[in-house]
Each structure stands twice: as structure tokens, then as C-alpha cells.
């Protein structure tokens, strides 16, 4: 097969022979470097290594072609190669400037670019080099060939094929999925087995699982899934944001740390195909990604973790809190740290749901955006992440419908994704409406609307749906004693001693729930901001709470034997 391109443009001669030079000096074993000294010339380049079928997996605008010039090209270039990745190249003396910030920024909201790197001026340049190899990740992630990727072969998109594409995006990892009677799907059964079995589930490393159970799967990623039991210092409910923040501070700071989920890593946050406001990283940051890093880190510090386990009861024994786990594993702790976060709320349009994972999905397109190339697809919810899926999806769908029941984005999404969302040509915004049916003969055809103002109905046709239509908190396992407000989210600090719900003289500590030693982090907690920064934030103030209490328990313990 032909070596995919990386498309150069720039007017500037110079500028183009140092990017070339890079390009070739690092990249020319694995790709084909393509320049061009105009605009012309390179859509023209571009135009033409569609015609023949040609990978582009980036593509390089410098400023000296115009602005103007470059929103054109780089439009273009989306449409004829929607998987590439798209940069500017600008100088460095740029870096800091508030016009070159704003013309970037700009051309992100019209998803004309991913992001920027800065003209190589030595070589090698290796601040150069940094930005396009994370160009280049991104389109392999994009086309799941990454060397991390998970292979699914099924006979349906839906069914038990589904339910284990769920589980490893529960896990983080990397994944892509094949119809059995496809031509890749079917050489993958003649070199693995007999298609007996499906789905297969095939491993980087050569490991094939025939349709297997959910542990055995998450064992096969390296995911740990039976506790050690004993005791600990810590024990964290869920490896969402707020959980693995706790997980990364309370193992870096001595703690004995175990971190139990019914899935795996991430939680909700994997759903969010790019979070671009988060601290730290103004590329913009993908959910999975995140949560791999989080993993790594808390993993490297001594974490221990065990998945695809729900913890079914909590108690104080004693000085100690005793927790229950599903599969009759008991194990105590010193603190608890409830992070179990919330899920989304279900259509309950039977039609609609016999079709989940054939069209119809909860949660963010992370994997089945491409999927959907060149249709229809639509995004019910108006929150951030719902915004962010529709510009994910605008990536690869031809136009994409957000549904929203409030009269105004402005009620649940931020300013910056609005007006990405407002900017995007493809993708339309109908406020005050909802999805009340729909179906298809074994996938997703179409869709019926509802106005909420007047009633009106109207059938649409549809490829994909994705629902984020709000949570339900993940805490119906917590005893009677540690309260919530009617929505079922815990209280905690100030509010619980307000219910008279403290036990004891001392006044409870900000994030601790009405059991003492246990603290409340991230969506689940009442009064939470449901943002990313927020869970991860929350999860490291708790681990300090944690160290203040055990601190004090440790001081009191040591006066009582003096």
C-alpha cells in the first residue's frame, strides 16, 4: 500500500524548504512529504491525491499564503481528506501575540485547523517535531491503526459485539470494530479462528478472546479485577475524574490506595471526544486520554486497582469502615472517597432502545463518529459535552442536528463551545424540541421531533443518535445514613450538619458526607460544578481531607495511650 502524505504549503520559500527538510529528514521511511509554493498548487495536490485514493494524514498551512487564502485551502482540504489533520505554521515571533492567538483560535472554531506548530528554524527542531508527531497520533487514533488498537469481529454492530465495544471504552482502550462478512473482517476470522466464536476480540499482541466475559476482558487489557482485600487507607469508589485525581494524590502522598468501578477508567469523561479548556492543555485533550494518562500516573505511584467489581455495601466497624464488594470480597478502610460519579439518563423510546449500538448511543461519538461519515447524525442534550460530540461529529457527518429541550444554549454549555458550535457550517441547532420516536429495520433510519412549544411532530431521516440527557448519580448502594438531596446526590460539609445529620462534635470536614471518614468528589456530590477541573480538582482536595483526618485520628489515638 502507498505511504500516506504530509501535505506542505507555504509561500514563503524558506519557511516551505525548513518545514520540507524536517518533514523528509524525520518522517520520509513512514510517509511522503508533498509541497507546494501556493495556494493553487496545493489544492490542486490536495484535489488530486483524492482522486487517486491517497491517505492524507496532514496537512500544513503557513500564514504567508493570507489568511484568508489558508481558511479556503484548509476548508478544502477538510472536505477532500476529513481525516487528516490540519496546522498552521507560524513564527515564533508570533508565540504570545493576541492577534495570532485570536486568528488561531478563530480558525480551531471553524474546525479549519487542530492546532498550530511553530516554523523550524535549526535542525533538527525538535519543538518542531513535538507538534507534528501529535498530529500524527491523533490521525492514527482517529483511524483506529494505532499500535494500542483493539480489534471487535462481529456479525452485527448491535448485541453482545456492542456490549463489549461498551466495555472497552469503559476501559479507555483503544478500539475498532468489523462486520464478520467484510472483507477485513473476514480475514481477520481466516487468521484467527473459524468465526465459530464471534465476536472475536483480537489484541495488539496477538491474543484472541472468543466472545468473552466482561472480567476476562478487562484482564486481557491488563486491567486488574480481583482486590487484595485486607486493609487500607483509602478506599475510592469509581476511576472517573475525581476518583483517579484521588487515586494519583493519595498514592503519591504515602497512602495505602485502592480504587474499585464496575467499568474501568475514565467514567463519563470518555465520552468527551476533545476538552479543550482544560488547564494545561490548549491543544485540547480527548477523554480517553486523559483517563489513560491518569491511570499511568496513579498506577506508577502504587494505586491499586480492581475493576468490573461494584462495591454493594458500606458500614463503620469500629474505628474502620467495611466495604462489600459483588463478588463477596470484604476489605476495610481508614477513609472512603465516593467518586462514582452519575450516568445518563435513558430515551425510554422502546424502538429506539433495541437499536443502541446499531444507531442509536448514550454518551459521546469517541468511536463511531467515522462511522458516520457523509450522514446524518444527531446529538440530543444541551450541555458541554453534547456540544463537543456535535463538533466531533461534524468532523465526519455530512450535517449534524443538536437537539436541545431549553430555549437557549446558553443554559448548560459555555460560551467558548457555543460559538464553536454556532460557527460550524454543518452543523444545525434546534432549541425547544426533543426526540420522541423513531426506528429502523436493524439499524438507526430515522427519527420523529417534537416541538415543545406547539406539538408539532416531524419524521427525519437519521443515521446516528447520540444521547447525553442528563445523570442519574451512581448512589443507590450507600446506606440510608449518608443523605442526598431528592435528586439523589450526596451532601456533604456544611449541608449535612444543616440537616442535623453529624454524628459527632466535631464539625464535619468540607467534602465529608454524613458518615464520618467518608467523602463525597465529583458529580456525584450535591453542589458539584460537572466539569472535568471541577471532578479532578475535588478529588484532590478530598485525598488532603483525608490526610487531615487520619492526622488528627492518629494525634487522638496517641493522647489516649500516653
Request: aromatic share 6%.
Amino acid at each position: 500500500m502507498p505511504m500516506p502524505v504530509i501535505v506542505a504549503v507555504d509561500e514563503d520559500g524558506e519557511s516551505l524548504a525548513d518545514v520540507e527538510r524536517e518533514l523528509v529528514d524525520r518522517y520520509s521511511r513512514s510517509y511522503r512529504v508533498v509541497t507546494a509554493s501556493s495556494s493553487g498548487d496545493g489544492i490542486a495536490k490536495l484535489v488530486d491525491l483524492a482522486s487517486s485514493g491517497e491517505a492524507v494524514a496532514l496537512v500544513l498551512v503557513g500564514l504567508s499564503i493570507g489568511a484568508d487564502r489558508a481558511s479556503k485551502l484548509l476548508q478544502r482540504a477538510r472536505a477532500l481528506h476529513p481525516r487528516a489533520q490540519r496546522g498552521l505554521i507560524v513564527e515564533l515571533s508570533g508565540w504570545g501575540d493576541v492577534e495570532t492567538g485570536r486568528l488561531i483560535l478563530n480558525a480551531m472554531a471553524r474546525r479549519e485547523i487542530d492546532y498550530y506548530a511553530f516554523r523550524p528554524r535549526r535542525s533538527p527542531d525538535e519543538v518542531f517535531h513535538q507538534s507534528i508527531s501529535n498530529f500524527l497520533l491523533e490521525w492514527t487514533h482517529s483511524l483506529r491503526i494505532s499500535s494500542k488498537t483493539v480489534h471487535i469481529v462481529g456479525d452485527s454492530w448491535a448485541g453482545r459485539a456492542y456490549e463489549l465495544r461498551e466495555v472497552l471504552g469503559r476501559c479507555a482502550v483503544p478500539h475498532a470494530f468489523l462486520l464478520a462478512d467484510s472483507p477485513d473482517g473476514q480475514a481477520r476470522i481466516e487468521k484467527h479462528g473459524d468465526g465459530s466464536g464471534l465476536p472475536l476480540v483480537i489484541f495488539p499482541d496477538g491474543t484472541v478472546l472468543e466472545d468473552p466475559s466482561n472480567a476476562e476482558l478487562a484482564r486481557a487489557t491488563g486491567g486488574p479485577i480481583e482486590p487484595d482485600g485486607g486493609e487500607f487507607d483509602v478506599v475510592i469508589v469509581g476511576a472517573g475524574p475525581a476518583g483517579l485525581s484521588a487515586a494519583v494524590y493519595g498514592a503519591s502522598e504515602g497512602l495505602d490506595t485502592l480504587v474499585v468501578d464496575n467499568g474501568g477508567i475514565g467514567g463519563q469523561a470518555t465520552s468527551s471526544s476533545l476538552i479543550r479548556n482544560y488547564l494545561g492543555f490548549p491543544r485540547g485533550v480527548s477523554g480517553r486520554g486523559l483517563a489513560e494518562s491518569a491511570y499511568e500516573q496513579a498506577w506508577i505511584f502504587g494505586a491499586k486497582f480492581a475493576f468490573m467489581l461494584d462495591v454493594i455495601s458500606l458500614r463503620r466497624d469500629r474505628e474502620s469502615l467495611l466495604l462489600t464488594l459483588s463478588d463477596g470480597s470484604e476489605m476495610t478502610a481508614r477513609a472512603v472517597v465516593v467518586a462514582s460519579g452519575a450516568t445518563y439518563r435513558r430515551l425510554g423510546i422502546p424502538e429506539l432502545e433495541e437499536l443502541t449500538g446499531a444507531g442509536v448511543f448514550y454518551g459521546g461519538p469517541t468511536v463511531e463518529a467515522p462511522a458516520v461519515a457523509g450522514g446524518e447524525a444527531f446529538v440530543v442534550g444541551g450541555a458541554n459535552s453534547a456540544g463537543q460530540a456535535a463538533l466531533h461529529l461534524a468532523e465526519y457527518a455530512r450535517r449534524v442536528t443538536l437537539v436541545v429541550r431549553a430555549d437557549s444554549l446558553e443554559k448548560g454549555m459555555s460560551h467558548y463551545l457555543i460559538s464553536q458550535v454556532e460557527r460550524a457550517s454543518n452543523i444545525d441547532v434546534r432549541l425547544g424540541a426533543e426526540v420522541v420516536g423513531g426506528g429502523g429495520q436493524g439499524t438507526l433510519e430515522t427519527l420523529v421531533i417534537r416541538s415543545c412549544a406547539d406539538g408539532s411532530e416531524e419524521e427525519v431521516a437519521a443515521d446516528a443518535l447520540f444521547l447525553m440527557i442528563g445523570a442519574q448519580p451512581n448512589t443507590d448502594w450507600l446506606p440510608d445514613e449518608i443523605i442526598r438531596d431528592e435528586g439523589g446526590y450526596i451532601r456533604t460539609g456544611a449541608d449535612v450538619q444543616d440537616e442535623g445529620a453529624w454524628p459527632l462534635e466535631r464539625p464535619p470536614l468540607p467534602l465529608e458526607t454524613a458518615m464520618p471518614g467518608v467523602f463525597a468528589a465529583g458529580d456525584v456530590r450535591n453542589g458539584s460544578m460537572s466539569r472535568v477541573a471541577s471532578a479532578v480538582g475535588e478529588g484532590s482536595i478530598a485525598i488532603r481531607l483525608v490526610h487531615d483526618l487520619l492526622a488528627t485520628e492518629s494525634a487522638e489515638a496517641t493522647e489516649q495511650t500516653a
